[in-house]
């Protein structure tokens, strides 16, 4: 497809495909030939603006110079020509906020934003708005070969700039970038799957970007494959360690401290804040695939005269305790025994006046700490339940162990990471909607 039959699909505006900038030459104005196209310069603007072209980068006499845009008269795939004779040949040097779009961009992957996904940019298309040129869409399906080399077909698999968020690893251009926050769109899980696949610069960024949100990073780092977290454990100071696993859950940290080098556990458990390090050291004290070892050791309990208003007070009070573990409140005697447990469904049904010692089951289905996985699951399939508590030989309620946990343990490690199936891609047409070219925003 050429650059006019291009232009007239994307609604009449001009638009130029970056590998067929690339090496272009640049003229004088007067025509005489200066050099070629080694890069083009982009200002990223945050998520809701197209990033706008500011120059080029040429090759001159073996040189790397900056042509600004207002310096370029014409831009198209078979030359660029200059508003002047002369080029300024002082070295090129990037600015904060700029982006060189073949070193920073093509041939590097991306965030594809909806499918949560690392995509390669096999090339870039730019647009002209009338008041600028901007990058409006990327490619980011890989081009056919034949023979071994690569084909250069017409079609484009073109796809909107503001579905992606770039990892380009340039700190002067990460401040733009992070207005953007991007990341916030994303679940824990879905930020682990990225880290799992990135390559060691690109899950820098990402890291980077998740380590502003320490609770996002605490609820990321649960849902890492444990070999992988570990590693980035092991990139990491003491310090930081022992604040991260400090604000994860108890069972997730306690796994995490038992991968880490021997040498460093007793620094990171020293440096914890105290109330998590006691939890910590006392499921390292079980079998990590026993009940003891899969616990919730943060529960909520209350005596059978309690009524069921204050009960639900309770839960809603109980912010720093993991969802599913609030899922039944335990009721206990003077011996703290545990005594029964009453469901949240129920407790919302009764009347709030009603004591909780009236609507408890009495009888509770429980296990002792050196229960396996096994065990555990037949319990919770026979019996419908979503928790169970684990209680000492007294009957001293030690931790609650959820189905979420038991389903981590019990899924094959090859279903863990499935690729998803393929995302269908097409091309992007005025009545999408999408790009500058269709109604986009444009500079």
Known sequence: MSTSETAEAR????????????????????????GRVEDVIVRLRGADEYPLVTGIVA??????????????????????IMTKNKVDLRGFERRDGEVLL???????????????????????????????????????????KLFGLIKQSGGHAARDWKAFEPLIGHARSDAVRRLSDRFGEFKAAEIADLLEEADKAEGGEILDRVHSDPELEA????????????????????????????????????DAIADL????????????????????????????????????????????TATAGSALALIAAARTVQPEALIKLHILD???????????????????????????????VCVGPDADLTDIALLMADFNLYSIPVVDEQDRVLGVVTVDDVLEETIPEDWRRREPAPRPFREITQSDGHGPASGGEGP
């Open 11 to 34: 609604g009449a505006l001009p638009v130029i495909h970056l590998s067929e900038l690339l090496r272009a030459p640049v003229l004088a104005r007067s025509g005489e030939a200066v």
């Open 261 to 304: 080098r021997q040498s460093r556990r007793r620094r990171v458990l020293d440096l914890m804040p105290a109330p998590q390090r006691t939890k910590v050291i006392t499921l390292m004290g079980f079998n990590p695939e026993s009940a003891g070892g899969l616990m919730n050791v943060d529960f909520v309990s209350c005596a059978a």
């Open 334 to 364: 003077e011996g703290d025994r545990l005594a029964g447990v009453v469901s949240v469904i129920t407790l919302l049904q009764a009347d709030p006046g009603e004591s909780v010692g009236t609507l408890m089951d009495s009888d509770p």
């Open 59 to 80: 090759g001159v006499g073996g040189r790397r110079v900056f042509i600004g845009s207002k310096s370029i008269n014409e831009l198209t795939p078979e030359r660029i």
């Open 102 to 144: 073949r070193a920073d961009v093509l041939g590097h992957r991306l965030i594809d934003v909806a499918a949560a996904d690392l995509v390669r940019a096999y090339d870039v298309e730019l647009d002209d708005t009338g008041a600028g040129w901007v990058v409006a869409r990327l490619d980011t399906r890989r081009p056919p």
């Open 219 to 254: 609820d990321v780092f649960e849902e890492l494959d444990p070999d992988k977290a570990s590693r980035l454990l092991d990139g990491m100071p003491d310090d930081e360690v022992a604040a991260l696993l400090g604000r994860m859950r108890a069972d997730d940290a306690a």
